[in-house]
C-alpha cells in the first residue's frame, strides 16, 4: 500500500523495547473520548508500539516502502538485506554500485535517495542522538533536509524510532482508510475530514493511529 500500513523489518537487527511508559494512559482517554477506539483499542490489549530499529534502517525501510504496494515493499527490503548483509550499514551500503541496487528492482530514484541517505549518515552530517531530545516539528525539518525524506517518512520515523506520542500521519494512506472505514462508512475522506475525526485523540495521537493501522492488519505494524 503507497504510502499506507508500515511492513515488518525482518532481521535481528529489529529489538523489542518496554511499552511506552503513555500507552496505558493513552488508551484509557482514548477509550473515553472515541467511540470507535472503545471498540478497538481492547482488541490489542496484549500489543504495544515495542519495535525498533536503528536509526539508518528506520530511514531506509521507509524510503524503499515509499509509493509501492507492501508487499513489494517487503520483497525489496528483503532482497537489499541480503545483498548488503546484516545490519544494513551506511559503509555497506556506499561500497554497491548504483546498477547493483537497480538490479535488486529498485528504482533509479529510490536508490539515489538511498544513497544520499547513507552519505548523511557516514559523514555525519546529521546527528540521530539529538533527535532524541528534539520537538517532534524540528526532526521532521532536520529529516526533510535529505532527499527522499518527505513528511510522510519523517512522521514514520518520530513513530516508529521515536516512539512519540502525538503524531498523526496525515499523508498516510493506511491511515485515511481505516479512518474512512470506521468512521465514514467506507467513503473516501480528506485530509482535512480525518484530522476533524483526529481531534479527540491529541495529545495520544500515535497510539490512535496505531491501533487503525492494526485494525486493517493483523500483523504488528512496525517500520
Known amino acids: 500500500m503507497a504510502q499506507g500500513i508500515a511492513g515488518s523489518l525482518a532481521g535481528s537487527q529489529v529489538r523489542l523495547v518496554g511499552k ?7 488508551c484509557a482517554q482514548l477509550m ?12 490489542h490489549g ?8 536503528p536509526a539508518f534502517m528506520t530511514l531506509a525501510r521507509s524510503i524503499v516502502g515509499q509509493q509501492v504496494a507492501l508487499r513489494t515493499a517487503d520483497q525489496l527490503w528483503q532482497r537489499l538485506l541480503e545483498r548488503c548483509g546484516q545490519p544494513l550499514s551506511p559503509a555497506a551500503l556506499l561500497a554497491l ?15 539515489e535517495y538511498i544513497h544520499d541517505l547513507a552519505s548523511h549518515f557516514d559523514a555525519r552530517k546529521i546527528d540521530p542522538q539529538a533527535w532524541q531530545s528534539m520537538p517532534d516539528e524540528a526532526v ?34 493506511g491511515l485515511l482508510k481505516a479512518i474512512s472505514q470506521h468512521y465514514f462508512s467506507g467513503e ?18 500515535t497510539v490512535a493511529t496505531w491501533h487503525l ?6 500483523v504488528a505494524v512496525r517500520y
Open 20 to 26: 511506552p511508559d503513555y500507552w496505558d494512559e493513552a
Open 32 to 43: 473515553k473520548r472515541d467511540r470507535i477506539l472503545r471498540k478497538l483499542i481492547p482488541q
Open 46 to 53: 496484549e500489543h504495544w508500539l515495542q519495535h525498533k530499529a
Open 97 to 111: 554500485d548504483p546498477q547493483d541496487l537497480r538490479g535488486l528492482g529498485l528504482p533509479k530514484r529510490k536508490v
Open 140 to 173: 521532521v525539518a532536520d529529516l526533510c533536509a535529505i532527499r527522499g525524506v518527505g513528511r510522510w517518512t519523517a512522521e514514520m520515523f518520530l513513530i516508529f524510532n521515536l516512539h512519540r506520542p502525538n503524531v498523526l500521519p496525515l499523508d498516510d494512506a
Open 188 to 205: 473516501p475522506v480528506s485530509r482535512f475530514e480525518a484530522r476533524e475525526v483526529a481531534q479527540a485523540w491529541a495529545p495520544w495521537c
Open 213 to 218: 493501522w492494526r485494525s486493517l492488519n493483523t
